[in-house]
């Protein structure tokens, strides 16, 4: 049984979805991967609805997807496969390495990223390596992210830290805050009055080490600290 | 960029039938996989990175260029500038984003040959290249030389790109001022580039020098706005 599993396995060609807005392009990557790969059936999309679509239909074993595929961009179409929760693994197609765009791709659920400078071999690594179930990234991204990661860690634990500073009242005001109402509504809200809210709002800003109301929304935007203020959300 | 791993010796640059490509594209993995494509049509192909490739492509006897619109824009006097002076009597594609007018007039700025778009199929692109190598060819002299006289073994007639695309107007019909407009260049300018393209197809006058443009059968259409050609 296991020895007919591993034959089947073998003889099974590698099923692989390949989506870029150009004709040319995929053309030329289809001949390279034809040329690379023993056994492999290629299907192609020009945009994010039809690779999803593509995705879907064939369960591809791994989706290789343009980052600037239209209409809305190859990291928005890794969402969508992966929330079709099916078993294709995706390859996020960059050019250039760049950290931001890196971490939005993973943080997408892409299990890997290769890039337009890489040439064919970056993509065929990549797929084999998605083959034998490990994650890619070109090796000199690797340390860059890493780097970036640790960074993000610590801005986190710092930005967490101060959060836990605002005492429950404070954790209030600045989630009414965030939510876009001004003192006078936040006072209404709270049933507290205007000149307390003030104060509360100026210990927040204090707190949490920002200069105005707006770099306090925006950290609380970015941080995506609103859940942890565990408020109800009155607009 | 490692070329040679691609370089397919099918057919052989020796063989004049056989265009030998130079790809060069901002995308690594485009270059590549095209070079892979041309192979697959009976062509030998290399790729090149834009920044570095285009002085190491001098030794090499390329018969038609394909060359990324965006590679280097013609105002930082960049890439394809340097590509044209290395190999002014060489066809360039140009493989571009935006087909037709926008395409033509990149053609026509820059003093490439022809443009095939991204959109379009393989085969607008390996039969624009087969036809741009066939024409090439047949501006050669293929007349005997007259009794008494000899003509060198060396003497190839080679049309230089800007003359390639003034014998493409030419031959839809434009006055001289009408090309030097749509050039960008003076009338007088235009009229010296006619006199070197008659006397290089060694033909009288602008007609014959069309009628010999349009016989060749690499083209349905000119030089300037060739997406497809019959290969």
């Known amino acids: 049984m296991a020895v007919q599993d591993a034959l089947a396995s073998a003889d099974a060609p590698f099923t692989l979805l390949l989506a870029h807005e150009h004709t040319l392009f995929r053309a030329a990557v289809r001949a390279g991967l034809e040329r690379d790969f023993e056994q492999v059936l290629v299907g192609e999309a020009a945009s994010g609805g039809q690779a999803i679509a593509e995705a879907h239909r064939h369960r591809p074993a791994v989706a290789i997807i343009d980052s600037d595929l239209p209409p809305d961009g190859g990291v928005r179409v890794c969402t969508a496969i992966k929330d079709l929760n099916i078993s294709t693994q995706v390859l996020i197609m960059c050019r250039g390495g760049n950290q931001r765009l890196l971490l939005h791709a993973l943080e997408a659920g892409a299990d890997g990223y290769v890039r337009h400078e890489g040439g064919l071999s970056e993509i065929v690594d990549g797929c084999r390596a998605l083959q034998r179930g490990e994650a890619f990234v070109p090796s000199r991204l690797l340390a860059p992210l890493l780097k970036a990661l640790i960074v993000r860690r610590r801005q986190e634990d710092a930005v967490a830290q101060r959060v836990a500073r605002l005492s429950r009242r404070e954790k209030e005001v600045f989630e009414l805050l965030v939510a876009g109402l001004d003192p006078q509504r936040i006072a209404a809200t709270l049933v507290i009055s205007p000149a307390t809210a003030r104060t509360h709002l100026q210990n927040v800003l204090r707190k949490l080490e920002v200069h105005s109301r707006l770099e306090a929304t925006a950290l609380a935007l970015t941080h995506d600290l609103v859940p942890t203020l565990s408020v109800k959300r009155i607009y | ?231």
């Open chain 2, 1 to 231: 960029m490692d070329g040679g791993a691609y370089h397919s010796k099918r057919n052989g640059p020796d063989n004049p039938l056989t265009p030998h490509v130079l790809v060069l594209d901002r995308s690594r993995v485009f270059a590549e996989g095209a070079v892979i494509l041309l192979a697959a049509a009976g062509m030998t192909a290399r790729a090149a990175d834009p920044e570095t490739g285009v002085d190491s492509s001098q030794a090499d006897p390329f018969t038609v260029i394909v060359a990324d619109e965006l590679c280097a824009p013609r105002s930082t006097g960049g890439l394809l500038d340097r590509l044209l002076a290395l190999h002014p009597t060489t066809p360039l594609v140009l493989v571009v984003e935006t087909p037709g007018q926008a395409a033509d007039e990149a053609v026509a700025k820059t003093g490439a040959t022809a443009w095939v778009s991204r959109h379009s199929e393989p085969d607008a692109l390996i039969g624009t290249i087969r036809g741009l190598h066939g024409r090439r060819e047949l501006l050669r002299p293929t007349t005997p030389a007259p009794a008494g006289s000899h003509i060198s073994a060396d003497r190839s007639v080679q049309l230089t790109n800007r003359e390639q695309n003034i014998l493409t107007l030419l031959s839809k019909g434009l006055s001289n001022e009408a090309i030097g407009r749509s050039l960008e260049i003076s009338a007088s300018t235009v009229r010296t580039h006619v006199r070197n393209v008659l006397v290089k197809l060694n033909v009288r006058s602008r007609t014959e020098a069309v009628a010999m443009s349009l016989h060749s059968d690499g083209f349905k259409g000119s030089g300037g706005t060739v997406e497809r050609a019959v290969s």
